[in-house]
Structure formats: C-alpha cells, structure tokens
C-alpha cells in the first residue's frame, strides 16, 4: 500500500471538470480520494505544501520516439519515462519504429514490461500498422491492442497507399483505436530537409512543399470518412491543413490532430547557419502557419499537443544539413515552451493550456488520466508557473540533446509528477527518481 | 582602394558580405592579373603558408584554378579528393578537417555536395576556409570572378542589367552572383522553365522571366547557366532538344536584341543545349575571360585571408614585401 499524499494550499486547474481555483488534493491507494479546501491529512499521509503551485491532471503525449529496442545509445524506455516525467508527463505514447519494429504482441508487450520495470511515466505502445512498416500487410491489430497498444501507426513514414489507410481505418474499427498517420507525400517530398520556401531557397537547401502534408491531411479525412474509422493526424505543421481539419470536423468524420511546441513557436528561420537541431520532419513552416497553428490549437480544431520527442545521438546532429537525422527532444521543455510562448504572452489561459496537454490527448487515445475527478488514477503534475529557467541540454534526463530550444529562457516548470499515487519528480527534493 | 573593408576568417559566401568587402577584393584581383602574365609566374606572397583543397565533388576548372593561384603565390598545396581518401572510408568531414589541421594547415578550400558544408567546417576550425562551392547554395569565387570580368567589359557593375538563365533552382553560381551583383547595384533577373526556378526567388529582388526572348529584350550580360542533364532525368525538363528549342541562347534569338549582350557562361558548356556555339565563340562571349580571371581573384582572396592588406597587394606581387 502506498502512502497516502495530500497536496495542501495549491491552485487546482482540472479541464475535465472546468476546475480553476484553490484547493486541497488528497491521493490515497494510488487514486484521487479527495479535491476541496482545507483537507486533512490522513495518518501516515504525505503532506507536501503546494502553496503557489499549480495542481493539474498529469500530462498526457501522444507521440514520442524511445528508441528502445535498437538505439539504447539514444534512448531507452526507461530514460524516456524519466524525462517525461520531469517534465511533467505521467503517460506518455511510444510510436512503433523501432529496430526491430512493434510491429506484434511481444514486441508490445516488451514495452509494456519495461515500462513496468521503470515505474516512472507510464508509456503506452503504439503498435505499428504495416508489418516492419513496410506499408504492405497489416500487423496484428487486435493482438497487439490485447497486449497494451493503445493506437496504431507507421509513423516516421505515411501509409503510403491508399487502399492500406482504409483497410486500417477500417480494421481498426473493431478494437476502437486510432490510426495516427504522419502525413507526407513521398514523391513531392523526397529528398526535401526543410521548408519549401524563401529560407530554402536563400540556403540552396531542397524544400518540402507544404502541399506534401495537405495532400495527405486531405486524403486521410475523406479515408476516415469513407471507413468510418478514427483517424489521428500527427505533428501539423502547415496552414492548409488546418483548413481541411476545421471543414472534416465540421462533416463529422472522425479525426484529431496534435501539433507539437516546436511548429508552434518556430519558423523556417531556424534553419538559417544550417542548424541542424532546426530539422525535422514535418519541417517548421513559416509565421502564418504558426498563427493557424495557434488559432486551430485554441478552438480545438488541433485537438492536442504533442511533443514528437526524437532522440539523435550528438555525432549524428553534428553534420551537414543534408546529412543530418530528422527531430528534436522534447519533453523537458514542451509545458515551459508552450507555456512561455502561449500563456504568457496571453493568447491561452493555463487551464486552455492543460487541457491540450492533458485532458484531450488522454481523451483522444482513450487513455486513464487527463482528470482529477474522484476515484480516478491518481496521475498528478504539479507546475511552478512563475519558475524562470535556462534550457540546459546537459542537464536533461533524456540520453539525447538534440533540442532547437537550448539557452533558451523559459516561464514554469513540474515541481512533482505522481504517476497512481507515487512521486516520480520532485524537481525540490531529491529530483527525478 | 577600399583600404578600411577587411574580411574575416572564412569565405562562405556572399550573401552575408558588404559591397566594400566585395569590391576589395575585385579591387585586389586588379594587380595579381599581371602575375599570370610574366614569363615566371610566381610572387612570394604566401610563401610558408600551407593549403589544402578538399574536393569532396569532382572539379577540374575551379580546383586547377584554385591551385594556380596558390602555387602563383607560392604557398605549398596539397589536393584531397573524396575518392580513395579517408571520407570514401566513412569518415566524417568534421574528422577529415580536423585531422588535416593537425597536421598545422592554415588554410582549406573546400567544395562539397551539401549545403552550408563550408560554414559547418569554419566554424569548427581555426584555419581559414574557402568556399569553392558547397551543394546548391554558394560559390563565390566564381561569383567574384564574373563580377570582375563585367567590370573590365563594361567599365562598371552598378545599373547593368544582368540576366540568369537556366538552371537556378539548383545553381550555387546563380545564388552567388545573385548576392554579389544586387550588393553592387545591377539589376538582376532570372530566366528558365518554372521547373528550374526556385520557389520565393523574386522576393529576393530579382525580375523573374518566363521565356527567353523577353530576358535577351532586357538584358545588357546574360549569364548562361549549365544545365545539368541529369535534371532531365529527374523529369525537371522533358528533353534537351525542346530545352534548347524553346531557351537556348542562339544567334537568331541574340540578334532581336537592341544592343549588343555580353555573354557569360560558368562552364562547363554543353554546346548546342543551353548555348549555342556561335554564341559562346563569338565576338561578344566573355566566357574565357572568366577563366583568366578566375585565377587573379582566387589569389586576392588567398592573398586577402591570410592577412595581406589590399594597399600591399602591388608590393607583393613585385616580391618586395
């Protein structure tokens, strides 16, 4: 039986429950026993005084990259489960292109038991939908869900045809999980490493136009239509594809989309001097997409926020433009960018923030979590949102330092994550277990 | 003289550079001409230093040229190629430099496949670099070679009317002279199939030209870039033949024009694509003037890098220094 913790004095924001005031927060057997003012402790409780702190549903990702098994030197699940929670994760969703791939139950299931092993964040598997995401035969869906999948992909490419995309939308009907698509259209995208654009074009660097994602955005939707099933569209990165998002939504095809903290605060400029932890793929667009971006965020037509957290061993980084790995980390900084560049500067208020962090993407892969609500798992994140800090990339949990957002000075951080009732981050006390 | 203008460590390109740094060194070009021209061509001028040419793409214009210029200034040069060298064992051009460096090099010139290789390399080592071209961003050398060889036909850069045609979506050339001849007051346009125009290119200040016949209406120089045949394979253009048809650089084309146009062409040629021969060999073709030139600016730019004053650069070459 774990001990019992009451958070004491803190400010409670709970998007489920438009919760958004101060309030006590008592955890007991690993769930949310009590939410209201001037709580008692039980015998035995830890009492932690949260005064000045803010006590949300822990944050929820969709889309990270463990590198586990096949590049440990990069990342392991374990590591992963570490930074995340640091960074005020306590669930997390492990995308499937592995080396070998997840593309079976055991290979689900290895996640699963590392994961356990680690005891940090949760992390969730994403099985992949092709077998060794070739884009030919569909993996065993409904094995791999059995064994913890909670979505499946081939994320780090598109579902290349067609016909495949449907014929998983529509398999995965049966098990009720979404098919999250990475959407690039191979053919007006090869050999592309940044965006199309006046930057690429200045830089004598080849482009990947943003009609490469709109291609595929619009696709997907009218797939999703046409199978009925849940299509999650990964990583948006341009304008157009809000538009065809916001009109699918309005139709009623079931689609939910996520945009990570680096298309929200970035542009193509990032590129200039050939900085490599400036590439990734889908690449950063330009002003007027990150503004779309925003706004789609805002109304919910970009359900969530979701980190893409790719690990790159430095010596890969440390390269040409053209020769280096897409991606970046990003789980020690998304809350602090997002929260810097969204809620400080007053486009977003926090409890708008957490929901996209917590509450929706929980919701979209049908996930525990994401609420404070009675009996619910205690999966708890408590935020420091006056905190002012550096990015420090040698400082970070993470094996890898691949981060565009190094020096960086950034407003509020996760003073603690409880992940069922047990602290895993304790930025005051003895850090990150 | 444009004596107060210095340049820094590396040349990169010209995108970031001033006019009065451009100008020094078309400036410094001017006396190191006449070195080629002497019976023994050789000035002391970088005696003791030591070069090295990293050509990680074939070349024989722009290395030979590179290296003319270094042995006319008598510094000591030693060429690597990509093939059968280290890199072809898959090490990394970071390794490949810093090895060289440890061997006490003061300089590299450096062309390479991808973008920005230059600028990575002079920012990881404290000799000085030399852009000689690096994938589809920069070449300034040639650039700087072209801007003098206008200069000494017309007398002047400033209000010219220069024209690109051809291949500039993947042309480091055409991006150089783009910088070079904006910062020193031509006019500049593009010309080519939209295919091989890159995306934004007029938002950089450029006219941009459709069809060939308007550019030759227009312009005083036109630069004729190579076309790369590959690109046909790449399904850029649908063949040579109808390339040439439809923007070949020809006699009959030229003759429309209401002056007479300067003729410029980086090389190498393809004959009979993008120019044809009566063009590039007839009374109005600069094209080998570039050459010469090449050399007298390559050695400016050695000259300038590793430290000479431009005021000096007379007495060097006179081996007085």
């Known amino acids: 039986m774990t001990r019992p913790i009451l958070l004491q004095g803190g400010h409670v924001i709970d998007p489920s429950r438009d919760l958004d005031g101060a309030a006590d927060v008592l955890i007991q057997d690993g769930k949310i026993a009590s939410v209201g003012r001037g709580l008692t402790a039980p015998d035995g409780a830890l009492v932690r005084n949260v005064k000045g702190k803010v006590v949300t549903p822990g944050l929820v990702d969709l889309h990270v990259h463990l590198r586990e ?46 994961s356990d092993r680690a005891g940090l964040a949760r992390v969730h598997p994403i099985g992949a939908v092709s077998i060794g995401q070739k884009g030919e035969r569909l993996a065993e869906f409904g094995e791999m869900v059995s064994a913890g999948a909670v979505a499946v992909s081939d994320d780090g490419k598109p579902v ?16 009720n999980v979404p098919v999250a698509d990475h959407c690039e259209e191979p053919t007006l995208a090869a050999g592309g490493v940044m965006h199309e654009g006046l930057v690429s074009t200045r830089l004598g660097l080849k482009g990947i136009p943003a009609a490469a994602e709109e291609i595929i955005v619009a696709r997907d939707v009218l797939l999703a239509e046409l199978a009925g099933g849940h299509v999650h569209l990964c990583h948006m990165s341009a304008r157009g594809s809000v538009a065809i998002i916001r009109e699918a939504k309005e139709r009623g095809i079931r689609v939910t989309a996520e945009v990570t903290p680096h298309h929200l605060t970035l542009t193509d400029y990032a590129c200039e001097e050939y900085d490599t932890h400036a590439k990734m793929n889908p690449p950063l667009r330009e002003a007027a997409d990150v503004a779309a971006l925003r706004g789609a965020l805002k109304d919910g037509v970009i359900d969530c926020i979701a980190s893409d957290h790719a690990p790159h061993a430095y010596d890969e980084k440390e390269a040409a433009f053209d020769d280096a790995p897409f991606g970046v980390v990003g789980l020690e900084t998304a809350f602090a960018v997002a929260h810097t560049e969204l809620v400080e500067s007053g486009l977003f208020t926090l409890p708008e923030l957490i929901r996209r962090m917590s ?71 003895s850090g990150t277990r | 003289m444009n004596a107060s203008a210095t340049l820094g460590k590396d040349l990169t390109g010209l995108e970031h550079m001033t006019p009065d740094q451009i100008r020094l060194i078309l400036d410094t070009a001017e006396p190191f001409k006449e070195v080629s021209e002497r019976p023994i061509k050789k000035v002391p001028a970088l005696r003791g230093k030591t070069i090295v040419n990293l050509f990680f793409e074939a070349s024989t214009r722009t290395r030979v040229s590179f290296e003319f210029a270094e042995k006319r200034l008598s510094a000591d040069t030693v060429n690597v190629a990509a093939t059968g060298s280290s890199v072809s064992k898959g090490e990394t051009l970071v390794d490949t430099a810093r090895n060289l460096e440890a061997m006490r090099i003061d300089m590299v010139v450096i062309r ?57 979506l993947h042309s480091r050339v055409a991006r150089s002279n783009l910088w070079g001849l904006t910062k020193l007051g031509a006019e500049v346009a593009v010309c080519g199939p939209w295919t091989l125009l890159p995306r934004g290119i007029a938002d950089l200040g450029v006219k941009v030209f459709g069809r060939i016949e308007e550019a030759i209406e227009w312009a005083d120089v036109l630069n ?23 923007f070949g650089v020809t006699p009959e084309r030229l003759e429309r024009s209401p002056r007479p146009i300067t003729i410029m062409h980086p090389g190498p040629m393809n004959r009979g694509v993008e120019i044809d021969s009566r063009v590039a060999d007839g009374p109005h073709s600069v094209i080998l003037d570039q050459v010469t030139n090449g050399v007298a600016v390559r050695m400016a730019v050695l000259y300038l890098l590793a430290g000479g004053r431009a005021e000096l650069a007379d007495a060097a070459k006179r081996g007085a220094e």
Not at chain 1, 160 to 175: G, I, Q
Request: net charge negative.
């Open chain 1, 69 to 114: 098994p096949g590049n440990e030197d990069e990342e392991t699940v374990a590591s992963g489960a570490r930074a995340a929670a640091a960074g005020g994760f306590t669930a997390i969703c492990a995308m499937p292109n592995t080396d070998p791939v997840t593309d079976n139950q055991a290979a689900v299931g290895f996640i699963v038991r590392q």
């Open chain 2, 224 to 246: 004729v870039l190579r076309l790369q045949l590959e690109r046909m394979e790449k399904g850029f253009i649908p063949s040579v033949r109808e390339y040439y048809r439809v």
């Open chain 2, 112 to 168: 390479h496949p991808s973008s920005g290789a230059a600028e990575f390399l002079g920012n990881r080592i404290a000799s000085n670099v030399i852009n000689a071209g690096d994938g589809k961003h920069e070449h300034p050398t040639q650039a700087l070679l072209d801007l003098l060889t206008i200069r000494d036909k017309h007398g002047k850069i400033e209000g010219l009317k220069v024209c690109l045609v051809g291949d500039v």
């Open chain 1, 359 to 429: 509450t929706e993407p929980a919701r979209v892969f049908h996930l525990g979590g994401g609420t404070l609500a009675l009996g619910a798992v205690a999966d708890v994140a408590v935020f420091d949102a006056s905190a002012k800090w550096a990015v420090d990339p040698t400082a970070f949990h993470s094996k890898s330092r691949n981060t565009p957002f190094a020096g960086r000075a950034l407003t509020g951080r996760a003073v603690l994550t409880i992940v069922a009732g047990e602290i895993v981050h304790d930025l005051d006390h």
């Open chain 1, 160 to 175: 290349v045809s067609s016909h495949l995309m449907r014929t998983a939308l529509e398999y995965a009907r049966t098990f």
